[in-house]
Antibody, heavy 126, light 107 residues
Framework: QVQLVQSGAEVKKPGASVKVSCKASGYTFTTYSMHWVRQAPGQGLEWMGIINPSGGSTSYARKFQGRVTMTRDTSTSTVYMELSSLRSEDTAVYYC???????????????????WGQGTLVTVSS | DIQMTQSPSSLSASVGDRVTITCRISQSISSYLNWYQQKPGKAPKLLIYGTSTLQSGVPSRFSGSGSGTDFTLTISSLQPEDFATYYCQQSYTTPRTFGQGTKLEIK
């Protein structure tokens, strides 16, 4: 069965960096892209970026460009999200989510987040 | 970036009610619209993808419709386990974007 297991909660000081991991199992790791989505306390879902585990290419939300780095290790089927220059507004639960895509005769069909990690709470506090 | 506007932002309803949540998009996204359900302390769960296709295991009381810029999620007869927050999300382009959420509460 597909599982995405994330690393544990973190407490960081403003200005520090955090690196969250997401270990995938139950499927071929390089077949599906992985996204990171965060959720601040009491707020909605915010997309951060995507990594293609096959080649390692990435695309980040404009808001996080320059502060976020997404990487992968194919030997362990793990993706990582590192966020630097942390501020209090970065306090949130961070999720990885696998994106499944359906290919039709007309090309790319629906794409959707079918599996999610359990979430990692990152608290930024002095 | 594509903007997503959900309405209402919150909704009180009773078990057995029929409810509809709307998602309006800032530009046409064809049928690349997904719906998720999230309960407190849990990761979001995929309900519907491609506007109207139910994810495996999702009860048939959930349905989705729409195209272009206007989409709806309907729950035909609310059950106690349906009280949660619902999000729409577009997969037409990157950046992926979500609606702000609709919190469905028990009346």
């Amino acid at each position: 069965q597909v599982q995405l297991v994330q690393s544990g909660a973190e407490v960081k000081k403003p200005g520090a960096s955090v690196k969250v991991s997401c270990k995938a199992s139950g499927y071929t790791f390089t077949t599906y892209s992985m996204h990171w989505v965060r959720q601040a306390p009491g707020q909605g879902l915010e997309w951060m970026g995507i990594i293609n585990p096959s080649g390692g290419s990435t695309s980040y939300a404009r808001k996080f460009q320059g502060r976020v780095t997404m990487t992968r290790d194919t030997s362990t089927s793990t993706v990582y999200m590192e966020l630097s220059s942390l501020r209090s507004e970065d306090t949130a639960v961070y999720y990885c989510a696998r994106e499944f895509g359906i290919t039709t005769v007309r090309g790319v069909g629906p794409e959707f987040f079918d599996y999610w990690g359990q979430g990692t709470l990152v608290t930024v506090s002095s | 970036d594509i903007q997503m506007t959900q309405s209402p932002s919150s909704l009180s309803a009773s078990v057995g009610d029929r409810v509809t949540i709307t998602c309006r998009i800032s530009q046409s996204i064809s049928s690349y619209l997904n719906w998720y359900q999230q309960k407190p302390g849990k990761a979001p769960k995929l309900l519907i993808y491609g506007t109207s296709t139910l994810q495996s295991g999702v009860p048939s009381r959930f349905s989705g419709s729409g195209s272009g810029t206007d989409f709806t999620l309907t729950i035909s007869s609310l059950q106690p386990e349906d009280f949660a927050t619902y999000y729409c999300q577009q997969s037409y382009t990157t950046p992926r974007t979500f609606g702000q959420g609709t919190k469905l509460e028990i009346k």
